[in-house]
Each structure stands twice: as C-alpha cells, then as structure tokens.
C-alpha cells in the first residue's frame, strides 16, 4: 500500500505591471462568462476563503474569475501604506480591463464591496452585476470618531489590533482622505445593474444598517439586502460560503 502524496500548494500567481512599474499579483480562470471578479477588503488578499472557495465552485461550473491583490497587499508589489481607496480602484480597474473582456460580475468584501460600487459606476458598459459580502461604502466617514480625525491629522496614521490579523490594523491619512473624497452613501448610487448585498446583523464592524442605506442609494430597481442575523463580519462559515454561491448563481442565471 503506497502512501498518499502529500498536499501541493497552488502555483505562485501570476503578475500584472501598473503604469509605475508595481506587479500586481493575480488568478485566473478561463471559463464562461460573465467574468467574476473578487475585490477583497482591507488589509485582506485574494487567498481569502471566501474568494478561494468561489473560484473552486467557478472552476468547478466552468465559469471564468478573477481574483486579485491591490497593491502592497498579499503577493502584490509595493508598501500597503501608499495605498488609497483611489490607487486601489484603479488597481481593480486595471486587472479587470487588461485580464477580462465583455461583461463582468463584481463580488466585493468589506471594504472590497466599496470598491466594487466605484468600479461598478467607472465602468457601467461592463459591469452586469455586484455582490456585496458586508459591504462597506463610506466607512472613512462613519467609521472613525473626532479623536480618530484628531490623531490622522496630528499623526498621519493610526494603528490599532485588529482579531482578523497578527500585524496591526494601519489606516494613514491618505487613505482616510481619498475615502472621504469618494463617498457614495450622500446621494443616489448611479448604478443600474442586479446588486445583492449580504449582511450579518451580528457584525461588529460595519453596522447592518449600512446595506440598507446603500439599497436605498442605489438606482438600480433590482436589488436584494440579505440579512444573516446570526452572521459576523466575516461571513466566511460554510453556511455563510454557501448562500454566496448561491447569490452568485442565481445572477449568473439571468445571463
């Protein structure tokens, strides 16, 4: 009796350049279409559960995705503390029009979700679709307290733990400045595609509140709030992972 063979790890990612020079670091599948397109959150990456298990039931059901990693997160190039919200879209921007063609569908996590409505609003021709995990449009302006607002002015950056990493949690001004300069949550949200948005009501890091205020900002006539009420900010439980599949699915179906 022979042995099983170890577990191999997955092939290293592939590199895309910016205008500047930085690598971007990404996976792709061929498949088809629409494209999904994963956006992660803050200081989060493309190897995510959440991302990882979509592309294993993409690949699985032959569907193309793309997953990336924005500037100085992950295995991309460059230091996290440049990057802004703006730099970040324009990463997402750059991987979905240089790897993608035709329409895409956009799922965004946290901060990813954020992303996504930008991207969404920056390329509405291409963007049939958007699926927020515990979205979190605006969090620079409902997020931070005065004492917060007070310490990136004085400081330039904060720093604080964080439960969903080893290293701290860095918000610089920068970042905090080009959040506040690309709001959405003040008037109507000009996207007319199907949007889902998933929400745990147990999430203590972006209020539930928060999907309902985006739904309502929304032009789109076609969007669904889902409420976990016993679901965390993570939402990456398997029953969590489950009813992402599915709302990814049910989407893919009207096309």
């Known amino acids: 009796m022979t042995n099983p063979s170890p577990l191999t790890s997955p092939p290293p990612p592939s590199f895309l350049a910016r205008p500047d020079g930085l690598r971007l670091a990404y996976r792709r599948s ?40 924005y500037a100085g997160n992950g295995a991309s ?52 679709g958007l699926v927020g995990i515990a979205a979190a449009p605006d969090f620079t302006e409902w997020g931070f307290t005065d004492a917060d607002k007070a310490l990136l002015a004085t400081e330039g950056r904060i720093e604080e733990p964080t439960p969903y990493s080893d290293d701290p949690y860095v918000t610089t001004l920068g970042f905090w400045q080009s959040g506040q300069r690309l709001r959405l949550l003040t008037g109507e949200i000009a996207i007319d595609c199907p949007v889902r948005l998933l929400h745990g009501q ?32 993570r939402l990456s439980r398997d029953q969590d992972i489950a009813l992402l599949i599915r709302t990814v699915a049910s989407l893919l179906d009207l096309f």
Not at 35 to 44: C, D
């Open 30 to 69: 061929d498949g088809i279409g629409p494209t999904l397109v994963f956006l992660p959150g803050y200081m989060s990456d493309m190897e995510g559960s959440k991302a990882v298990a979509l592309h294993d039931w993409a690949l699985a059901q032959g569907r193309a995705m793309l997953r990336l990693d």
């Open 77 to 128: 190039e460059g230091r996290f503390a440049d990057g802004t919200l703006a730099s970040w879209r324009d990463d997402a921007l750059l991987a979905m029009d240089a790897l993608t063609q035709g329409p895409v569908i956009l799922v965004g996590s946290s901060m990813g979700g954020w992303l996504a409505l930008l991207v969404a609003l920056a390329r509405p021709d291409r963007v049939v």
């Open 202 to 233: 147990a999430d203590a890091d972006v209020p539930w509140e928060i999907a309902v205020q985006t739904a309502a900002r929304l032009r789109s006539s076609d969007v669904q709030t889902l409420l976990i009420k016993d679901g965390d900010h």
